[in-house]
């Protein structure tokens, strides 16, 4: 038999079976009892090639063949169940494919339908958003108008041509009308949005020019009052030290300091005429000793030279409130030390602080007496008056050179601290001065 008359035996006896195994008492009325099904077996290739079944497990061996026709039903059933649900969810993926192929369709035809209204949009409309800088607004803006108006005057030379002016449609002439006025009014205001910006920027443009100004100014009268400061000395050693009054906080300092000496010449012009006594013209401290070198008239007491805290009596006088010239020369060897006042000597001594070096690094101070290095002044031993041409060399100059600086025949500044305005500070109120000239000064004496 061909495989298509077995398929439908197969069927035939699988709803048999199906309908004879249910085992209800209807089927077993209408079944007579002792009734058989009668099946012809095919050969084995035919079988094989037509229609092959799958393989029944034997259970002891052969089974008898309603058996056999059993198990093969139920394996059909098993089969047709299992197309049934591959169809099912296939209609169930066909019908989701379905509807996104609608709703992408849908999408599309509104993406198409919205690109053909930006494309009808794109067309001659030339109202839509303009750019934001003011500049291309105006330029955009007068374009636009000029190409209206030209297009009008075009317009009515056609027409002027060939009928009047007033042959032309009125609704046409008031359109065009109000679309220049349209444009005429957004120029306008754009133009006025641009003038308040360019006033507001003139304003802080203003504003701040004035704050520079100022600034400006103040700077330049800083810089003139400076110039006229120290214009006032015409060359770094024409000033002079001021300290009016007996405080003790009133008081200049030299920058420089002392080296380790064995000799030394101290010169310097002074006019002071406080009672009683002009108190310390200047003094050198050191760590350890705040008398390294002092030069001191304290009270009803002559003037004394204090080096190593020893002390000499100067027969100087000088509170007559006029300018003198003061020289003071020592050296280590014995501790000879030489007075000059006005260019001559008017005493000498020995044994002042003999073989004792002057030790480097202290501070010197004018105008006031330290009881420790840089400070603890005490108003009754300060200064009161001026002084200038303070100057130091590291050697005892000869008579000669005193006279002639004295005389105001040489001009030779201190090789250790010379007299100019750099190296001298002043505090506490103290002032720098332009001082008379020398030849002033001897005149004053």
């Known amino acids: ?36 099904f009668v099946c012809t077996s095919l050969p084995l290739d035919a079988a094989g090639a ?61 993406s198409a339908a919205g690109t053909w209204k930006n494309e009808v949009g794109k067309g001659k409309d030339t109202m839509g958003d303009l750019p934001r800088d003011p500049a291309l607004v105006i330029e955009q803006l007068s374009r636009t108008m000029q190409t209206l108006k030209d297009r009008l005057e075009s317009l009515e030379h056609q027409l002027r041509a060939n009928v009047s002016y007033a042959a032309l449609p009125g609704d046409l002439r008031e359109m065009l009308q109000r679309r220049l006025g349209d444009l005429e009014r957004q120029l306008l205001s754009k133009v006025a949005e641009l003038e308040d910006e360019k006033s507001l920027l ?12 100022t600034a400006l100014n103040a700077l330049l009268e800083r810089v003139s009052e400076l110039e006229k400061g120290n214009s006032a000395f015409k060359s770094p050693d024409e000033f002079k030290v001021s300290l009016p009054l007996r405080t003790n906080y009133l008081y200049g300092k030299i920058k420089k300091t002392l080296p380790e000496l064995y000799a030394f010449t101290v010169c310097l012009w002074l006019r002071s005429s406080a009672s009683p006594g002009i108190g310390t013209p200047f003094s050198y401290a050191v760590p350890g000793q705040a008398n390294e070198i002092v030069l001191i008239e304290w009270g009803n007491n002559p003037i004394e030279l204090l080096i190593n805290d020893k002390v000499a009596q100067l027969p100087l006088f000088i509170s007559d409130g006029k300018w003198h010239h003061i020289c003071i020369t020592w050296t280590t060897r014995d501790g000879m030390w030489e007075a000059f006042q006005d260019g001559e000597k008017l005493g000498t001594g020995e044994n002042l602080a003999p073989w004792h070096p002057i030790k480097p690094g202290g501070v010197l101070i004018l105008g006031q007496e330290q009881d420790t290095v840089g400070g603890r002044f005490d108003a009754t031993q300060a200064f009161v008056g001026e002084m200038s041409q303070f100057n130091i060399w590291d050697r005892v100059l000869r008579a000669e050179d005193i006279m002639n600086i004295a005389n105001c025949s040489i001009n030779m500044p201190g090789n250790i601290i010379p ?27």
């Open 1 to 36: 038999r061909s495989p298509a008359g077995m398929l439908l035996v197969a069927t035939g006896l699988l709803l048999a079976v199906a309908a004879g195994g249910r085992g209800s008492p209807a089927a077993e009325q209408e079944s007579p009892p002792g009734s058989r």
């Open 202 to 213: 003139h304003n802080e443009t203003s504003a701040h020019r004035q704050k520079t100004e």
């Open 419 to 445: 007299w100019v305005d750099n190296n001298v500070d002043v505090f506490g109120g103290a002032t720098k001065w332009p001082v008379e000239t020398c030849e002033e000064r001897l005149l004053d004496l």
């Open 50 to 110: 037509g229609c092959p079944l799958p393989p029944v497990p034997m259970q002891g061996g052969a089974l008898p063949p309603e058996e056999e026709l059993k198990a093969t039903v139920l394996q059909l059933r098993e089969t047709v169940l299992q197309q049934k649900e591959t169809i099912g969810s296939q209609r169930e993926a066909i019908r989701e494919l379905t509807g996104k192929l609608s709703r992408c369709e849908g999408a599309d035809g509104k």
